[in-house]
């Protein structure tokens, strides 16, 4: 087998054990069938275990071993070649280890690829239910993307209505689109603990791209989980985003 043709993402879930017992086994038959693909298997484990073993001092003797021809037998009861102590440096293992098998997600990232702003389907009759005097209209200004303003308007409003989950929800949107995230992360947060039903999908998505956004995937993957069991509408965005986190 050509090292090109190589399954990159195989060899890292067959050693991060994410295989299940049939995959497992005929991948460990390819690798007594292939010594190419059985160096590379022992290369990336050395990579992926280098950090840890440069910390507890074994590293060095490791690489010193292979390269004096030793033959070390790994958890799946095949040799590390020589090769392989020729092919990296100890440097050269902890970085390339930290940047792969350490690599974090790009939370930025995911969070620029799934936003898109939430219409406003609020009816002109139903805002008016709600009006004040001297307060803006905030959904109108949601709409023309004046988030600022509209936010001080929710807030005007939510004082005399701070159950109301629309409000509150259009007010964490608002937020979101206005880059501050903590606070459109304790409205939304709010909405969901209303568990309104025409609310509780859409507030949690938001809510999930907010904690992406402040840089928290753990809780991000907590809301997406959630949505993933139990909202038929958002759960196949979240599955998405939880491969791409987890």
């Not at 299940?20 to 005929?26: I, L, N, P, R, S």
Request: charged share 25%; aromatic share 12%.
């Amino acid at each position: 087998m050509e090292s090109s043709n190589l399954n990159f993402d195989e060899v890292r879930r067959y050693l991060k054990d994410q295989m299940d017992q049939g995959e497992k086994a005929q991948f460990e038959d390819r690798i007594n069938s292939d010594p190419e693909l059985a160096k590379q298997v022992d290369l990336d484990r050395v990579l992926l275990e280098g950090i840890q073993l440069h910390y507890r001092g074994q590293l060095k003797e490791k690489l010193k071993r292979l390269d004096q021809g030793d033959a070390v037998i790994g958890k799946s009861g095949f040799p590390v070649f020589k090769a392989l102590a020729l092919a990296a440096g100890i440097a050269l293992i902890l970085v390339v280890s930290f940047f792969i098998f350490n690599k974090k997600p790009d939370t930025q990232a995911l969070y620029a690829a799934y936003f898109k702003p939430y219409y406003n389907v609020v009816s002109g009759i139903e805002r008016g239910e709600i009006a004040e005097p001297g307060v803006e209209d905030p959904y109108q200004l949601y709409e023309s993307g004046q988030y600022l303003k509209a936010n001080a308007s929710f807030e005007k409003l939510l004082l005399k209505n701070p159950n109301d989950a629309q409000l509150r929800f259009y007010a964490g949107l608002s937020y979101l689109n206005a880059g501050l995230t903590a606070e459109a992360i304790s409205h939304l947060s709010q909405v969901a603990d209303l568990k309104d039903f025409a609310f509780l999908g859409a507030a949690n998505w938001y809510l999930g791209l907010a904690y992406l956004k402040e840089n928290r995937p753990k809780k991000a993957i907590e809301v997406f989980k959630f949505l993933e069991k139990n909202n038929d509408g958002y759960a196949t965005r979240a599955g998405e985003l939880l491969q791409e986190l987890q």
